[in-house]
């Protein structure tokens, strides 16, 4: 979705590195999810918020952590980043007033690339 | 949140139905069921979803018994270009659908 941004769009670092990665979206949702996706594992939750004072881990929320500073921007931090970390990373953004059906519909950004050293 | 499980992949040719079928046997009286599809290299987008018997719209049919413990994905005479990651989610309208798991991974031939 075009709506939802993500930079870097490709990152390689080295091991120890801290990473930041970054979420933007002009849709007006106020929740936003971090997921990572590592090939034939599907996706995997990391953290999600459904508004600016809320913060939730997911899944795998260990050696990640995230902030939330504004409705718009969700970011996505890597302390001290490990080669096991090497993953494909998407945003989405969801909104109960947004929905194609009774839940929350997820939009997604394009993903971000890291690579770990 | 409710589990799922759904064939790791599946094969199939151009212009052949194709029928992905997801287990979800805990699933809640206020849980939907959604499908999402993802292209490679791109983020999931929705596709359907559905809370009992049948549901269709122009991508796809949902498939849902009464005891709702399962659901089917329906594609009608596919294409190359549906090769994608299927991913059935169960969730309900407190929230949303957060867990989508391995998925399901069609590949078409011709």
């Keep these: ?117 | 949140l409710a589990k799922t499980t759904q064939p790791i992949s599946m094969d199939s040719y151009e212009g052949q139905e194709v029928n992905i079928t997801c287990s979800h046997n805990n699933i809640a009286t206020n849980d939907y069921i959604t499908w999402y599809q993802q292209f490679p290299s791109q983020g999931p987008r929705f596709i359907i979803q559905g809370y009992k018997t049948k549901v269709t719209n122009e991508v796809a049919s949902l498939f849902i018994p009464a005891d709702r413990k399962s659901s089917t994905l329906s594609l009608p005479r596919v294409s190359l270009s549906d090769t994608a990651v299927y991913y059935c989610l169960v969730g309900d309208q407190a929230g949303t659908a957060l867990i989508f798991g391995k998925g399901t991974t069609l590949s078409v031939s011709s």
């Design chain 1, 1 to 117: 979705d075009a709506d939802v941004t993500q930079t870097p769009r490709n990152r390689i670092t080295k091991t120890g590195k801290r990473i930041m990665l970054e979420c933007s979206q002009t849709k007006g949702h106020d929740r936003m999810y971090w997921y990572r996706q590592d090939p034939g594992l599907g996706l995997q939750l990391i953290y999600y918020s459904f508004d600016v004072k809320d913060i939730n881990k997911g899944e795998i929320s260990d050696g990640y952590s995230v902030s939330r500073q504004a409705q718009a921007k969700f970011s996505l931090s890597l302390e001290s980043a490990i080669p096991n970390q090497t993953a494909l990373y998407f945003c989405a953004t969801s909104d109960p007033r947004d929905r194609k059906g009774y839940t929350d519909t997820q939009y997604f950004g394009p993903g971000t690339r890291l690579t770990v050293l």
